[in-house]
């Protein structure tokens, strides 16, 4: 979303932000894309739980949101369903509506529910999964839906028609990497380990790789201790801790396989985008890849046999720049310069 207000910003649209803040304050980056930002608090939880209409638009309920957003007539892009509940309530009326849909809610839920191990939070996703099935119905007031990957395009095309769009992921847009062959012979997986999905990840590798003798780095932003016990079991396995996205992109430059299995296959996963911008050999499985359009690009495993058999043979193969080449004519159609163009267009058409 950050980058998509930057491409924005640079065609010349003059944006008003309504963002949910977590307690982390006022962002002052965001002023410079941004002519007015707003910020709200989410509603309480247990009220939001209880309600009948999904805990994700319930709790981002709010009467000076929309008291904001009516101001004037200018067209409103929702991120996601989940800040949708002004359409919901009917309180938008001569605005032109768009919601840009991230993945497909309710079958993100029910693989979030999947993956949990908590007995609690794996009844609260189930939950969230059967009240988004019914809530997302909404999307028939809407004006236009843009969707992140084809996978996507091709459900919400069949239940909404022309009025969905398929509009690749924003991203960063990396001027210069440098692709020399000199990085460690390790792996990396990266991602936000307080996520169940990435959880179930982690352990599938742990477990691949734990008796051989290849060095695999967890790296995410925050810490989770049942993982941290797990892999301190081997020492061929070790976690690091991304202070900033230069340290990320430090692990880029210096590992030579990105493995990135994932158990759940809704949208696209920006994990593996940069990889593709900034690393260098990539195994993926079928619910990583499948239906991005980036199949080619990566070397397909799905099993533990699998995910051994690619990493003895890429570890004996050299990156070059014809591997690079080769990626960046297929990740052309990712272009967010393009992106942007298409969304201005739909919406000011």
Do not use: W
């Not at 590798?205 to 734990?210: M, P, R």
């Not at 994932?262 to 920006?270: A, C, H």
């Amino acid at each position: 979303m950050f980058y998509k207000l930057i491409e924005l910003k640079k065609l010349g649209i003059e944006i008003h932000l309504h963002t949910f803040e977590y307690g982390r304050g006022k962002q002052k980056e965001l002023e410079k894309y941004c002519k007015k930002i707003y910020y709200y608090k989410r509603n309480s939880f247990i009220k939001s739980f209880i309600s009948k209409d999904p805990f994700i638009v319930k709790s981002r309920e709010n009467r000076h949101l929309i008291s904001n957003l009516t101001v004037d007539s200018s067209p409103i892009l929702f991120e996601g369903l989940h800040t949708t509940s002004p359409v919901f309530l009917k309180a938008i009326k001569k605005q032109k509506t768009f919601v840009r849909a991230h993945n497909i809610e309710h079958l993100f839920y029910k693989g979030l529910s999947e993956s949990e191990s908590s007995i609690f939070k794996k009844t609260f996703f189930k939950q969230e999964y059967k009240k988004l099935i019914k809530y997302e119905s909404i999307l028939k007031k809407i004006d236009g839906i843009f969707t992140i990957s084809p996978y996507e395009q091709a459900y919400f095309l069949d239940k909404y028609g022309e009025k969905s769009i398929y509009i690749p992921a924003f991203h960063e847009v990396v001027k210069k990497v440098n692709y020399t062959d000199d990085s460690e012979k390790q792996l990396l997986f990266h991602g936000n380990i307080l996520v169940p999905e990435n959880v179930k990840a982690i352990l599938f590798l742990i477990d691949v790789y734990k008796d051989s003798n290849y060095n695999l780095v967890i790296a995410s932003s925050h810490q989770n201790k049942n993982i941290n016990t797990e892999i301190n079991k081997y020492k061929n396995i070790r976690f690091t801790h991304l202070k900033s996205q230069n340290d990320l992109k430090e692990l880029f430059q210096t590992t030579h396989i990105n493995v990135l299995p994932t158990f759940q296959k809704t949208g696209i996963k920006l994990k593996l985008l940069n990889a593709l911008y900034q690393g260098k050999f990539i195994i993926a499985n079928n619910d990583m890849v499948e239906d991005t359009g980036l199949e080619t690009l990566a070397e397909i495993a799905n099993t533990k046999e699998e995910f051994l058999e690619k990493t003895k043979m890429l570890l004996k193969k050299e990156f070059s720049q014809d591997i690079v080449n080769k990626r960046l004519r297929k990740l052309e159609n990712f272009n967010p310069q393009k992106s942007a163009q298409i969304i201005v267009e739909t919406i000011f058409n």
